[in-house]
């Protein structure tokens, strides 16, 4: 087979596939489909054309369709597909992303979306097992991007659950290509530059190809936009600017009772705290998008080795890779959030007790984090045809994850109870030595007995200096794989024209992940930051099999009959043996109708993160139900919240200090889809294609944990507290802040719900069902073409059960805590996604229309003023002319109508669903390619 010539070919080819739903270029694709020869489609490994033979549904999209996107990074093209949903790690997402970009097909996670880069894996994301960096990917160098949208275990393994994304790389090209890019948005921020070069050249023997990549893309500030300029809450009917209830001057709180206090800023004098005026805006100092620079150097080769007459060819091929990805997150300040005790010797106690407090520490400017990641990858590997016309293929690839974090402004909390507590700052050994000299020597430098936490601007340099710590983990990964595959056919044993087709291999997979903790963490220096380090892995031994037998073709009413099936074959250290199998039927009355029909088993084992990660402390958005109670209509709810001494009109902040952790006694997720559908390619023109696939997946076992909403909701609505879930709140001394001293068990000094356990368990299950549709039309229209390729899905449910204790939640046209990330994020019935293009000479003018329809809040508390979110539509343009030979220029706005995210009361950051909606408005960008 001529692979250059077939990799050229199958580029504009595959968008004019019914099956695809692509977005490219279809008058490109007219010219060279007839060139396209029988490659390895998704889903399977047995070869065959993909113009429209594809039996399971595979959306395809190529290196057009990303340019006409305007996009830089394959994160944000991917997460606009309709298929995708739920809780996903991008720019948006400042509080707890550590750089990653995500994608989750059908909203079931990360982990559970298989991804693979030329069909091989990638390394895991350090302690994210099975989760991809999309950030390590340079877009430059993608050929088209494949998308299974059903379960594949049986053909690569574990985490394929919701199917498969595959990136095609460009290994055919030959010449050179320069390419840069540059966009702003309409406020003059969060800039975004693209600088790549690609070159290649081929003989008769062989080719290489040669790519380098650089992106940058500039922060934006959440004061930087009205809608997220200060954090919203709703105080008796009105949604006001509020904030954290860790404030600057020190909220704090007698430790004899749980009154709320501060000191006025402009009177002086002691008052109840109001959250309406003392609150502590957080979004000043915190990012909207996070600022990152990717560098990236990508190479392919392959060379024929040696022609073994009669016997087989023998071809050697290798891909090597390496990605630095420095980025950022900048979060409001730290607080002292585990209330240390101010003693009445502090000369600036208010009220000559004990007191707790929480002071934000707004002197320090914020807590900042980065990563500087380095991964390597590199495959190599041989292939051949066999004289029969079977062919093979060996492999081994290795992958090397390195992220070495560093975490500014963190908070050392014996140092900090020194600064308060005067007797403890001055305290001497038996030699009259002084225990902590570091903290006179702050203080004397300050020129205080003590830290004044109740005034602003007293925390100084040098007691930052000696009480902040730099927290720097490190996070390593490692990935090998060996793979054989041999494919080939039964030769004259057929029942039609067409040959029975048969796949097997083997393949044998070891990871491994190691996260070092920081010397200061390991002995308890630095306040929410786990000391533990912890390592793990795995090895598992792989079989499988596939076959294709054509039953029937050519005769009336049955054009085309075939039947698939394959199986799997897994052994894992860690889980032992599991096996899984697949069907697949294709039958084609007419030659412009075919029906498929996809039954599939799939698996997921436990990642190294589900199995050994130690209890981990983390903030967890969440909307406490005891927030102005005395408008609930539940007697038990009321009866609870006055047990826990709040009073009424309380509001409480959206934050409580949990434990996450791994489980060592996991088990595999087992799951079960199929999915059924129809395409037709009418014959009265070559130029259209429509599908409509059904698909089901259910998965049972799955690892997961319970929300915290679902935890507080349902321990307060019940009798005194009497159910299970409320012994999953372990108070505020398991993750070591202050109690509450009217509900320890429960609360911390400020309220929260502090201790929730959500641990790993195999106790959920999950059932989503939907439709998706595809369409594909090019015409002439005057001088030049239009083309339209189109695709929605429509949710029909997203049902999750977090054990057989909990109720059954459909959250398909709702907005609520995502059960695999716990993010409060959308999932709208339908999700469309369609251009509209037109090419004439020199010129190409395309339009995007995406839409997200409207979702309402899935538990809303009574009185919550925003719980709707209506139909959101983005329109993009972009613009491209190629006058001059091997020279382009394009350009384009997205999200031209300057569409803004909406508010909502149940919101997870920036007042809105940040991972659900654009948040940075009006963008523009241009682009120049030059080719020679």
Known sequence: ???????????????????????????????????????????????????????????????????????????????????????????SVNNGSAGLATVSLRGLGASRTLVLLNGRRLSSSAGATGVVDLNTIPTSVIERVEILRDGASTIYGSDAIAGVINIITKKGFEGAELTANYGSSTHGDGDEYLAAMTIGAANDRGHVMLNAQYTKRDDIFQSQRRFSECPLAEIGGNVVCSGSSTTTPARFSPVANSDQLIVDPVTGLVRDFDSTIDAYNFADVSYLITPQEVASMYGYGSYELYDWKDVTTINAFTELSFVNRRSDQLMAAEGTFWGPEVPVTNPYNPIGEPVNIGRRLEETGGRAFTQDLNTWRGVVGFEGEWCNEWTWDLSYNYARWVDAQIDRGRGNTVRFQNLLDPDACNAVDSEGEFINPGCVEALEASGVEAWDPFTEGTLTQEMQDYALITNSPVERSTLRSFQANLVGDFGDWSLSSEAPQWAVGYEHRSEDVEIIADGAAQIGQIYFVSGDSWSGRYNVDEFYGEVRIPIMEGRPWVEVLALEASFRYSDYSTIGDDTTFGVVLEYAPLEQLRFRGTYSEGFRAPGLDDLYLPPTVSAETYADPCNDYSLNDNANLVANCQADGIAPGTTITTQATGLFG???????????????????????????????????????????????????????????????????????????????????????????????????????????????????????????????NATATYLHE??????????????????????????????????????????????????TLRVDDGVNDFDPSEGDLATHIDTHWYQDMNFSYYRWENFTVSAGIRNMWNQQPPYVTNYDDMNTLMRSYDTVGRFFYGSVTLKF
């Open 1 to 91: 087979m001529d692979k250059t010539r077939l990799s050229r070919a199958i580029k504009g080819a595959i968008a004019a596939a019914a099956v695809t739903s692509s977005f490219s270029n279809v008058s490109i694709a007219q010219d060279v489909q007839a060139e396209v020869e029988e490659i390895v489609v998704t889903g399977s490994r047995i070869q065959r054309a993909t113009d429209a033979n594809s039996a399971t549904p595979i959306s395809v999209f190529d290196a057009a369709a990303l340019e006409q996107s305007g996009q830089t990074t394959l994160e944000d093209f991917l997460q606009d597909i309709p298929s995708m949903t739920g809780g996903q790690l991008g720019s």
């Open 662 to 788: 791994g489980n060592a006694d996991l088990e595999a997720e087992k799951s079960e889809s199929y999915t059924i559908g129809i395409v037709w390619t009418p014959t009265f023109t070559d130029d259209m294609g429509f599908t409509l696939d059904y698909f089901n997946i259910s998965i049972d076992d799955a690892i997961g944990t319970l929300t915290t909403n679902t935890i507080v909701q349902g321990c307060y609505e019940s009798p005194n507290f009497s159910s299970p879930l409320c012994e999953l709140i372990t108070g505020a001394p398991a993750v070591g802040i202050s109690p509450s001293s009217a509900a320890p068990d429960h609360r911390a000094n400020d309220l929260t719900i502090a201790g929730q356990l959500l641990n790993s368990q195999n106790v959920a299950t999950f059932e989503t069902s939907g439709v998706d549709i595809g369409f594909d039309y090019s015409m002439p229209a005057g001088p030049g073409v239009v083309t339209i």
């Open 798 to 847: 997203w049902k999750y059960r977090g054990s057989s204790e909990d109720p059954t939640i459909d959250l398909a046209g709702y907005f609520g805590a995502d059960p695999v990330t716990t993010a409060i994020v959308a999932f709208p019935e339908w999700k469309f996604y369609a251009t509209l293009g037109y090419e004439y000479d020199c010129w190409t003018a395309t339009t």
